[in-house]
């Protein structure tokens, strides 16, 4: 059994929607369904999700409800005219958001969700009626029937339990047409996953009831090895490892939502990121190993917004516990560290910045003078992480050598350099300002086509 | 004022100890001289320590007490008539040693200690006795006048009194000659530092007194850029920073025990390492700071004997405290690490292999795996770590990849590479086997001489 899931783009209007009914029907493994809620048609569209949000806000601060209600519900009728379903799915929706509109407003952040998720939810209905129109029998399944979540305040996530209820999901006739973004939590309270969700409730389906395949359909044909608004026309990758994915999961690489390949990883479940604009293109494969090639590297990912915490103290490696003391000051501020380089007296945390405020940033740095008699302590700020990744890096030699010298030529300054003993990635420290030039000298050096000399 | 240290070497005979007057005589502001016990004379020649430790055992263990104790006393005895000393001090040294012996017994380690500090102690009584006979004033102080150590079972280290009790030592017209490598607790119990003591015992001097300089005599010229054990005549140094010196404190550099510079370091005093033997030499300067020359390497260090514990886990990176909790499960195992290179969802803790056991490895396998959940860890053995030192590294931007391309040069892997964002070295594991031919290789491209092309 295959599990597909339809991002924003993929159903935004009624041409993406028979492009999607003509993709399940194509192949009959195909018998589940993730829905987003309809995106951008064009490039200044303005999402459902958006829509729903607003009118939430409305709902809050006696705004125009019932023009931003018919706003969305138009977006809807808009849809289904064209699809050429009768006028009963909309009365179904705009019945559906009046409801939502009445709920107890007394938890706001409960109310909003509850509004926001009706754009997944809604959609599913609507594409189940399309489906079933045109001779594909199609249900549309509530999260209510089984994708049990956990409460608040935690991190929304599903408990294992929702793997046993939804086992049986598409094991009828009927292809199963499943909203996604959000789920229950056991008192019936609506909760949604992060931004990019739908991606973990296909994840979760395709756990659920271990499918063969999980296909993640969404408007480019392939992952790129590289960011394209940095580089000039990158290499799609055709296959890239879990692992890989993970390591490049910083920007140029947003394709997943971190948490949601973690259920299908877990079963080792391949899974294929698809243009639904172009379905025949073989797209990119997720897999829990893949055959090398002739290239070292998969991708590299970059990204900005990351601080440094610079901590010396003179015999700072006889100290046993220093390294851990430092690490509990900096999680006592509840902050996360992407990586710890060391010398013999000295260590940096990196940081990113978005975690730190300058009070913060004071406590930490009085706290390691005080507390660990550091002898210099101090935040900078503006670096950059670039990430190389690869399968093939391991037992490639001068690759470390090609990276680094390859950085030196663009004449930028190598802040910091970690590369772990699973040597499937290795990753440079740089200046922000210095961070595209980098990419781009990287990427030439390991994707540039081979020119005869 | 100058603090002057003479190692064992620099004091074996009264060839030796020719040497140390002369060297003393040359400049009247060296009025404080600390010194080892007589050490190898020749290549395989027994240190004196030695033969004090073998004394020990035979008044533990029932042994010719009296042979033993008469080799040390000849020892003595031959230095003494070389340099025309009348028997009277070989008769102090005899009844010193005969009262050693008679000390309790209850507690073998203590009992050991004070028989070993003989060897410093009798010697700086003869070095001073000595000095006096040919017209240089000089008296013998105990440590037992001022420097106070710390109690059991805690490292040996200087308490801060010790400082201001000492801070007149030479104030006085004669040299004074004070044994190294020992002190008293306040309870008046003798305390050796760790081997190597000397070099502290001459350091924890020069601090007291706020000398100008501490000259430490060995008997080679200089310290050398690289291990010349492996390297084929390495390029000695002249200048070197505190940091450089410790973060090049790997094998090869073994010029000083690794907290002799703390009470210097401290207060900024310059060391001078000397040879005895070619006084005239200028030897390596360890300054706070440093001229910075054309090349940015200083030194390279190498040490075999390290494990790397690897540990993996999807999402790691989103788990605040992971890191944290990793190292502290090493620190309950009382085990100290070097470095910690990280991926995005795997780390790995650089760890001296002496302190492994089979049973610490499992069960830090077995509770990382149950109390972190983490998906794979394991160790990995037969790893030598390369430092590459050099306060010029900073602003060389190419000097990673040059580095990494020598390695590479080799077809030896790069199992791991740290750069700290300090910047002052530049860390590299490696597998054993390919230690010494990195060393070499890495030394050809930072210190060969430039030759035109």
């Known amino acids: 059994m295959i599990v597909c899931k339809f991002g924003g783009t993929s159903v935004a209007n009624a041409e993406q929607i028979r492009k999607v009914a003509n993709i399940i029907k194509s192949n009959p493994a195909r018998k589940i369904i993730a829905v987003s809620a309809p995106g951008k048609r064009f490039g200044d569209d303005i999402k459902v999700t958006d829509m729903l949000i607003e009118l939430a806000d409305a709902a809050l601060n006696n705004g125009d409800v019932t023009k931003k209600l018919q706003a969305v ?36 952040f409960i109310f909003i969700d509850n509004i926001k ?32 979540l956990n409460d608040f305040p935690e991190r929304t996530y599903a408990l294992a339990e929702s793997y046993e209820n939804l086992k049986n999901l598409g094991s009828g006739d009927e292809i199963v047409v499943f909203p996604g973004f959000f789920g229950y939590t056991k008192e019936g309270i609506l909760r ?31 992952v790129f090895s590289a960011n394209p608004k940095v580089v000039n026309d990158p290499v799609g990758i055709s296959e890239i490892t879990y692992r890989e ?25 391949p899974v294929n990121v698809k243009n639904t604009n172009n379905p025949s293109a073989p797209g990119t494969k997720i897999l829990p190993t893949r055959t090398l090639t002739g290239r070292p590297v998969t991708g590299i990912s970059a990204d ?22 430092l690490l509990q000051i900096i999680e006592e501020e509840q902050i996360s560290y992407e990586h710890t380089p060391s010398g013999l007296d000295d260590i940096s945390v990196i940081i990113r910045s978005n975690q730190l405020t300058e009070e913060k940033e004071q406590r930490i740095v009085t706290r390691v003078k005080e507390e660990l008699h550091a002898d210099d302590v101090y935040f900078r700020h503006g670096i950059s992480m670039i990430v190389i990744v690869g399968e093939g890096m391991r037992n490639n030699t001068g690759l470390a050598a090609r990276a680094a010298a390859a950085i030196s030529r663009t004449g930028a300054n190598i802040e910091m350099i970690n590369q772990g003993s699973s040597e499937v990635s290795l990753v440079f420290g740089v200046l922000s300002q210095t961070e595209n030039q980098i990419l781009r000298a990287l990427y030439d050096e390991f994707f540039a086509p081979i020119t005869v000399g």
Chains 1, 2 share one sequence.
């Open 245 to 269: 994915m993970r390591e490049l999961s910083y920007s140029g690489f947003s394709v997943f939502h971190d948490e949601a390949l973690m259920p299908v990883y877990k079963l080792s479940i």
């Open 73 to 108: 519900v138009n977006r809807f009728k808009e849809i289904a005219e064209d699809l050429g379903l009768d006028n009963s799915i909309c009365e179904v929706i705009a019945k559906d958001l009046q409801e939502r509109i009445a709920y107890d407003k007394t938890n706001e």
């Open 192 to 222: 949604t996953f992060d931004r990019g969700g739908s991606d973990i409730t296909g994840s979760i389906l395709a756990a659920s009831v271990k499918a063969d395949l999980y296909e993640n359909f969404t408007d480019v044909d392939c």
């Open 304 to 325: 900005n917004g990351f601080s440094i915490l610079y901590v010396s103290k003179y015999l700072m490696n006889r100290e046993i516990g220093f390294g851990r003391k």
């Open 117 to 148: 998720a009706s754009g997944e939810d809604n959609n599913a209905k609507l594409i189940a009626e399309y489906f079933t129109s045109i001779g594909m029998p199609a249900k549309y399944v509530s999260p209510k029937d089984g994708l049990v």
